[in-house]
């Protein structure tokens, strides 16, 4: 194992005992910046607050531009992606990838580009698979890949998507990483390894042309559940992945994922604009009833129409619906949705 001088975490459900419990048995002389994603979306963030009450090194969420020092924790900021540029860490609302910002993946693969053998990359328990690109970039560049054993995780799918994808260097429980991630930053001589000067250079044959980090690509007949832009399809390894124009990424599972949550979106809007239909309609038969008698069937019927064809596609929202999981790992499983 090479020593390494960066450390990036990502974690979704669940990931809040987790970190606490790594973070709580990293030493004070733990020599390597740690930068963590997890999800949180939009919401507030305590968790800084919880790692420094938990462990010994100093968290936060960084400043826009901030240099990276080493043996402190970063962590992204709600609503925004953080990578890594230079040494410093940048925080970006660009599109939202996998459903998700801040992201994992744009994380390691900033980290991938900027460090190369220098990085490490962590899979921790969550749900669905954002994180086994960016990880997967972290090991093509020459990093090292650690995930959480699934069978440790609270939420197995995110780390074993990881693991069934990336060919991780390590699978470990999580009792095992903080003891993993000393020896691999410190090294066997128990020698501190020293922050690079300058970012690690990619290596000949990983570059591909990109506009803001971004590989630009032809998009398909396929539309982004997020803003509508085509989506353009391509593979990486054994993930299916889809771009829009705009920059929303998904991997194949999170789309469905996506895509499932519009359509109920859009079909419930639809139900609600039928109900005000016969409501509207209703009332036009009143109103006729007093001024025009003969007009009043047919907007009874009218209203009637609605309301029965509203009934129709609320129960057909309300059945249960596919949700096959992504190729090569668990079999297909039954999405209940709630009325």
Not at 143 to 155: F, K
Not at 204 to 210: M, N
Not at 302 to 318: F, G, H, I, N, P
């Amino acid at each position: 194992m090479t020593h390494s001088t960066i450390i990036a975490i990502g974690t979704s459900a669940g990931g809040v005992d987790a970190l606490r419990g790594l973070v709580a048995a990293l030493p004070q002389a733990f020599s390597a910046p740690i930068l963590i994603v997890l999800h949180i979306g939009a919401h507030r963030s305590e968790l800084p607050g919880i790692l420094n009450a938990a462990g010994r090194l100093p968290a936060k969420h960084p400043d826009n531009s901030e240099t990276i020092a080493a043996g402190h924790i970063y962590v992204a900021l709600p609503d925004h992606h953080m990578v890594v540029s230079d040494g410093k860490l940048r925080l970006l609302r660009t599109p939202k990838e996998n459903w998700a910002r801040p992201a994992i993946d744009p994380l390691f693969r900033s980290v991938a580009e900027d460090y190369g053998p220098n990085a490490i990359g962590v899979i921790l328990t969550g749900l669905l698979n954002d994180g086994s690109l960016g990880l997967g970039e972290i090991k093509r560049r020459g990093g090292i890949a650690i995930v959480q054993d699934p069978d440790d995780a609270a939420y197995p799918e995110m780390p074993g998507s990881a693991a069934a994808h990336v060919a991780p260097d390590r699978l470990v429980p999580l009792s095992e990483m903080p003891g993993l991630l000393v020896e691999l930053v410190n090294g066997k001589d128990g020698k501190d390894a020293p922050m690079p000067n300058k970012p690690s250079q990619p290596g000949p044959g990983l570059t591909s042309p990109t506009i803001d980090r971004e590989k630009f690509d032809r998009p398909t007949a396929l539309t982004c559940p997020e803003c509508g832009g085509a989506l353009h399809r391509s593979e990486d390894g054994t993930i299916i992945k889809f771009d829009c124009h705009i920059g929303h990424s998904y991997t194949g599972e999170v789309l469905a994922s996506a895509q499932f949550d519009e359509m109920e979106r859009v079909m419930r809007a639809a139900v609600r604009f039928l109900n005000e239909r016969a409501e509207f309609c209703l009332e036009m038969a009143e109103q006729a009833r007093l001024h025009e008698p003969g007009a009043a069937p047919q907007w009874e019927a009218a209203s009637k129409q609605a309301l029965d064809r509203a009934y129709k596609l609320r129960a057909l929202v309300e059945q249960d619906w596919l949700m096959p999981e992504a190729f090569g790992a668990m079999s297909g499983r039954m999405r209940k949705v709630s009325g």
